[in-house]
């Protein structure tokens, strides 16, 4: 007992330390996504693995030395997007997103006005918030813009005809990011056949990372705002723009508030 205390020393601290905080970050950002789901699924094959090592399961076991050896090279083709952004990402982005969204009340209370003034219209649109899961992937494929959100320049944008208003507009870190973005659609099967691509492309987003998305349908001519894969529809520009302020004041506090409760 005490030999193994003597060898546990400042490094030995620091090692653990290093590779907690690693575990921690690739666990944060696949949070929400299908990534978390592969990735359970990993460490199933990872348990069933130590099971037959451990126990006389000598099929099982030749199995899972069969698949062990190609291991890393399904997980790279399994996350090959995910890698290439992650790496092209190092020292450019914050390791904790969230906490500087600089998502201002002034500038919710232009996409709720912008969103009600869409919706009297029928003007379809898809506005999506980033929260903690980087959306740059999808930025990437749209149209740059790093612009100041206002109401004249959201109507503007999804005006129909226009070569933008074909798409999502994304808000990164309190600004316009880019217009014209093609989000990923739902897998789900149990679906209103009433819904169509745009609450699809709502609800994938919401599924595959933490985004907030604020809908408007140009066949009802209503908002909705969409987290985690569920459509609200809200009445109000009012009550949008509290909801959203709430939202994205908790995802910004996400990494605050789990501090204070260790404490």
């Given at each position: 007992?005490?030999?193994?205390?003597?060898?546990?020393?400042?490094?030995?601290?620091?090692?653990?330390?290093?590779?907690?905080?690693?575990?921690?970050?690739?666990?944060?950002?696949?949070?929400?996504?299908?990534?978390?789901?592969?990735?359970?699924?990993?460490?199933?094959?990872?348990?069933?693995?130590?099971?037959?090592?451990?126990a006389p399961l000598t099929v099982v076991n030749w199995v899972m030395n069969k698949f062990y050896s190609s291991i890393i090279l399904i997980l790279v083709i399994?996350?090959?997007?995910?890698?290439?952004?992650?790496?092209?990402?190092?020292?450019?982005?914050?390791?904790?997103?969230?906490?500087?969204?600089?998502?201002?009340?002034?500038?919710?209370?232009?996409?709720?006005?912008?969103?009600?003034?869409?919706?009297?219209?029928?003007?379809?649109?898809?506005?999506?918030?980033?929260?903690?899961?980087?959306?740059?992937?999808?930025?990437?494929?749209?149209?740059?813009?790093?612009?100041?959100?206002?109401?004249?320049?959201?109507?503007?944008?999804?005006?129909?005809?226009?070569?933008?208003?074909?798409?999502?507009?994304?808000?990164?870190?309190?600004?316009?990011?880019?217009?014209?973005?093609?989000?990923?659609?739902?897998?789900?099967?149990?679906?209103?056949?009433?819904?169509?691509?745009?609450?699809?492309?709502?609800?994938?987003?919401?599924?595959?990372?933490?985004?907030?998305?604020?809908?408007?349908?140009?066949?009802?001519?209503?908002?909705?705002?969409?987290?985690?894969?569920?459509?609200?529809?809200v009445q109000k520009k009012d009550q949008l723009t509290a909801l959203l302020n709430k939202k994205l004041d908790e995802s910004s506090q996400f990494f605050l508030r789990g501090r204070?409760?260790?404490?």
């Amino acid at each position: 007992m005490f030999q193994i205390l003597d060898q546990f020393g400042w490094w030995a601290v620091l090692d653990i330390a290093l590779v907690a905080v690693v575990i921690y970050y690739v666990l944060l950002l696949v949070r929400g996504t299908r990534t978390a789901q592969v990735l359970a699924g990993v460490l199933i094959l990872v348990g069933a693995f130590l099971l037959s090592s451990a126990a006389p399961l000598t099929v099982v076991n030749w199995v899972m030395n069969k698949f062990y050896s190609s291991i890393i090279l399904i997980l790279v083709i399994l996350f090959q997007d995910d890698v290439r952004h992650g790496l092209g990402k190092i020292g450019k982005q914050s390791l904790i997103k969230g906490t500087d969204q600089n998502y201002s009340r002034v500038m919710l209370e232009e996409v709720s006005k912008a969103a009600f003034s869409l919706a009297s219209r029928r003007v379809g649109a898809l506005i999506v918030f980033e929260r903690n899961i980087i959306l740059s992937r999808y930025v990437d494929i749209g149209i740059p813009l790093d612009a100041k959100v206002s109401k004249e320049l959201l109507m503007t944008i999804f005006v129909p005809q226009t070569p933008l208003h074909d798409g999502a507009v994304i808000l990164q870190q309190g600004k316009l990011a880019a217009a014209g973005c093609f989000l990923p659609l739902t897998r789900m099967e149990d679906l209103s056949k009433d819904l169509g691509t745009r609450h699809r492309a709502a609800i994938g987003i919401s599924q595959e990372t933490d985004a907030l998305v604020v809908l408007i349908s140009e066949e009802r001519g209503d908002v909705c705002w969409v987290v985690d894969g569920e459509i609200k529809s809200v009445q109000k520009k009012d009550q949008l723009t509290a909801l959203l302020n709430k939202k994205l004041d908790e995802s910004s506090q996400f990494f605050l508030r789990g501090r204070l409760r260790k404490v």
